[in-house]
């Protein structure tokens, strides 16, 4: 319950942090972005990984800075780009390690990967920030609902109705108004698949309290940007 507890606090943050506008909103995203870095490292096994975890980071935060600099409606262009710069720049960074040839591919699918999850979470700053209100609540909603002991398959889709029940109440107060029930449960969905990924190293607390924490939000984020501009 205590992972699901951070995630629905930091989804409650991004929901805050939209209302108020994109620099209060970047706080949250940034802490986002570091526990989503570094839990993507521990959960494939490798720590403390630190010159790794901060490549990842730093991809997110240039992320940040270049969708800031551009703004919300060249959001995709400035992630793409700068995911793209990141991961020509960790290819040359593993082509200089000392490493075996196995421990420098297995290094730098771990860091490509955590980079581009990094970035991917900057996608709520490109979010319509509407949006961000009611896919960080429905994920709060959803992760909450699924950490209640019930049976497997009735676990699931209690939190997916509680994922579609926050994006109705959140909606309300938006311009999505009932339409928040469709984001609410993409986003619901979303946040599942993202504790089912976070839940490969199950003994892990530190997982946990890293992966288990951020990839609900993390995973969610490009469903909270399509699904939030289709919609509204």
């Known amino acids: 319950m205590q992972p699901a507890a951070l995630t629905a606090v930091l989804g409650l943050l991004l929901a805050g942090g939209a209302a108020i506008g994109p620099y209060a909103l970047l706080v949250p995203v940034v802490l986002l972005q570091a526990v989503t870095a570094a839990g993507w490292f521990r959960l494939n096994g490798m720590w403390p990984a630190r010159q790794g975890i901060a490549l990842a980071f730093a991809g997110g935060l240039v992320a940040d800075v270049a969708l800031l600099a551009a703004g919300r409606e060249h959001g995709p262009a400035a992630l793409l780009g700068t995911l793209g710069v990141w991961v020509l720049l960790t290819v040359v960074l593993q082509l200089r390690s000392h490493a ?15 980079a581009s999850l990094a970035v991917l979470a900057g996608g709520h700053l490109a979010a319509v920030p509407d949006a961000v209100a009611v896919g960080g609540v429905a994920v709060a909603a959803a992760v909450l609902a699924r950490a209640l002991p019930l049976p497997g398959v009735v676990s699931v889709a209690v939190a997916l109705l509680a994922g579609a029940g926050a994006g109705v109440a959140v909606g309300a107060l938006t311009d ?16 599942l698949i993202g504790l089912r990924v976070a839940s490969y190293d199950y003994p892990s607390r530190f997982v946990h309290m890293t992966a288990g924490v951020a990839l609900p939000l993390t995973v969610a984020a490009p469903v909270v ?8």
């Open 225 to 232: 940007y399509l699904v939030g501009r289709a919609i509204l």
């Open 100 to 114: 075996g040839a196995d421990e420098r591919m297995y290094g730098l699918m771990a860091t490509v990967v955590s």
């Open 176 to 191: 999505f108004g009932a339409k928040g029930a469709l984001l609410g449960l993409a986003a619901g969905g979303c946040a």
